[in-house]
Structures are given as C-alpha cells and as structure tokens.
C-alpha cells in the first residue's frame, strides 16, 4: 500500500504515507483506545480479586462477614448502581437525538445516583472502622478494603469526570470532542457496574455463604 | 454552525461508528439486571437451598450471566464494534483474568494445605 502510495506522487515530490491517511477524522481511534483502558483496568481488578479469594478467609480470629457486613444495605447500594447505569443509558440516548438539555438532565440524575452510592459505601466503611474492623484487622479486611475502596475510587473519578463534562456540555454543547467525552465516559460508567457485579457476588454473597 | 457539524458527522459515519443502543436495549438490560440481581441476593437472604455450595454455584452462574448481560446491552458489545478490536481485546483479557484467578487460587490452596496449621486456626478447629 505504501508503495502505491509513492508510484502515483512519482511525478510530484515523494510523499511517504500511507495513501488512506487523511481520510481518518480526529478522535476516531479514541472509544478503542479508551476501551483497551479499561481492559487493563479489568486487569488489576482480577488481581485485587485474586487476592481477596485467597485472603478472605484469613480473619485472623478478628470479624468475619457474617459479622460485618449489611447485605439490605449492599442490596440498596446495587441498586444505586444499577439506576445509574439506565439513566446514563438515557443521557446517551438524548444525546443521539441531540437534545442537550435532557442529556444534561439525565446526566445530573446519573451524578446523583453516584454519590448516593458513595455516600452509602462511606458510611458503611466508617460504621465497619467504628467497630475496630479497619484495614489493619486482619488479612480479609486488608483485602476487602483495598478491592472495594478501588472500585469506590473509581466512581469517585467517574462522578468528577461526570461533573466536568456536565460543564462542557453546558458551555459547548454537544460538538464532536464532547460526544466523543460522553462515549468514553459511558464505557468507564457501565464498565463499573459490571465490576459491581463481582464485587456483590464475591465479596458480599459469597463472604455471608463462607 | 448546525451544517458545519451535520456534514462532520456525516463524514465520521462511515470510519466511526458511534456506539449507541436504542431505549430497547436499556430497557431490556435494566430488567434482566433487576431480575439477575434480585435471585442471588434472595438465595443469600432467605436461604431457600439447604446446601451451601449449591447456592455459590448458582449465585456465581447469575453474576457471569449478569456480565454477559451488562456488555451485551449496556456496552453494546459485538463481534463487529471497532473492526472487531473491541472484541479480540476482550476475549484476550478473559483469558488473562482466569489465569491470574484460577491460578491463584490453585497455588495457594495446595500451598496452604502443604503448611503446618497455624495457632489461631488450630484454635477455630
């Protein structure tokens, strides 16, 4: 193909690219690149998972889940989670449609599902501390924090990044670059949830059956 | 300004597709998810199958199904996104997490089964 492409510029001054060049528009890469993100994101989630199966059983005569854990309270937490997945749904679907004002609107309604999530996992994290099961404790809890508050971390950044792009939105309205935002943006969002879903299902689920 | 961005995004289209689902597919998700959500926390809660290990094995089935469920209809996972990346991206990183988990898990239970017990879990025995 490069060679193609320097037979038909003989003529001219050599030209060394590839023919097919300019017709890529800017950012068309990105939603991949982003994707490969989080795919090693997903990575050291399976690490911090590996370390809480082989860990979690060592409670080191300390608090076991049974003990600890609230599973009403990880009920209402996933179901945060998983609202805000739909309603994020929504936004990009508004903004298909190019309605920047319901975009803007469902993403807030997003935002706020996110901090009602964090807000329920902090208090949870402090009630547990305020019981003396802090990261210290035990083997288990060690692990247990550094998965969880990785995960929580995550949708920290994930509801700051929401944040800015609110205010994007709201200054540019819906141009290319900021479509582009929004579609990463949903990936890492919905990325998050499905990490939720071990998250429950291993840590919590399997940690009461233990 | 609006022509401008319109004759863009025509010429995006054929390079870039933008992956979008439609209120369907959300809808659809979201309530497999509720459904897919609700039998585990159930089966942990209430308890209705005596034997443990059957009910882990039931719970860890309803999260993989969940997964599947999640990048189907809420990452709009297809063979055919980004040329096909997206996917060989994802089945390599599968193959990479059940390494590191079942690997993991297989070394350090022979490992731990191989120590000598230690004083606490002498006491719990």
Redesign the interface.
Known sequence: MANQAITADMGHAPAFHLAEEP???EG?ST??GF??YL?SD??IF??L???Y??LGGNF??GPSPKDLFD?NL??VN??ML?LS??TF??A??SM?RQRKGATLAWLAVTGLFGLAFLGIELYEFHHMIHLGATPQRSAFLSAFFTLVGTHGLHVTFGTLWLVTLMVQIGRFGL??AN?RRM?CLS?FW??L??IW??V???VY??G??R | MSAE?HA??G??HE??E??????R???I??VL??IL?AI??WL??AGPIES?TV??VI??A??AV??VV??IY??HMNGRS?GG??MT??V??VI??VI??VG??WV?THLDANMMATH?EM??R
């Open positions: 017709h890529h528009p068309h939603p991949l994707w490969l795919m997903c990575l399976a690490i998972f590996a370390v199966a082989v080191a005569a599973l990880v009920a996933t179901a998983l997945s739909i749904g929504f990009m679907l298909a141009i290319p479509r579609t990936m919905h990325f949830d499905v879903i071990g429950f299902t291993i689920l399997m009461m059956l | 961005t863009d995004h010429h995006h390079a870039h933008e992956p979008h689902g439609t209120l597919d959300y809808v998700g979201f998810s509720v959500t585990p926390f942990v809660m443990k009910t882990a719970v860890l309803l999260a969940q997964m999640h990048m809420f990452l980004e990346w997206n991206a994802l390599f990183t990479i997490v590191v988990l993991s898990l350090m606490e006491i719990r």
